[in-house]
């Protein structure tokens, strides 16, 4: 086995283990785990929502490095193309989640804190 198809598994399985406790909404709002867009901090509600969606779309990503990882080592653990293929569709994963968090964002309740001050 090739130490990019070690990479890869082990990236894989990092987002899901990572992506675990925001499922299971075991992160209280913080400023350094989860996923810190605006709208997640209006509301423990919202952190939990928004938490708990990007936290699934971030365990399929790991699965889908798992499941490229897996088909390529089956396919052949030499072919070239195919490392190019799973790492554009990795990426297709990464933006994905950026996208789905930024929808799901949209559709929760409240404004984004006002960060100016009165004058």
């Given at each position: 086995?090739?130490?990019?198809?070690?990479?890869?598994?082990?990236?894989?399985?990092?987002?899901?283990?990572?992506?675990?406790?925001?499922?299971?909404?075991?992160?209280?709002?913080?400023r350094w785990y989860g996923v810190k867009l605006p709208k997640a901090y209006?509301?423990?509600?919202?952190?939990?929502?928004?938490?708990?969606?990007?936290?699934?779309?971030?365990?399929?990503?790991?699965?889908?490095?798992?499941?490229?990882?897996?088909?390529?080592?089956?396919?052949?653990?030499?072919?070239?193309?195919?490392?190019?293929?799973?790492?554009?569709?990795?990426?297709?994963?990464?933006?994905?989640?950026?996208?789905?968090?930024?929808?799901?964002?949209?559709?929760?309740?409240?404004?984004?804190?006002?960060?100016?001050?009165?004058?």
């Amino acid at each position: 086995m090739t130490y990019h198809l070690i990479i890869h598994l082990c990236v894989g399985w990092l987002l899901i283990l990572v992506a675990l406790p925001l499922v299971l909404g075991w992160v209280p709002m913080n400023r350094w785990y989860g996923v810190k867009l605006p709208k997640a901090y209006v509301s423990d509600e919202n952190w939990i929502a928004l938490n708990a969606f990007g936290g699934k779309l971030l365990m399929m990503a790991g699965a889908v490095i798992l499941l490229m990882t897996g088909l390529r080592f089956v396919i052949h653990p030499e072919w070239k193309r195919f490392l190019w293929v799973s790492m554009c569709v990795e990426l297709s994963m990464v933006f994905a989640v950026l996208v789905g968090c930024f929808w799901k964002a949209s559709t929760l309740p409240g404004k984004k804190r006002d960060t100016k001050k009165n004058r």
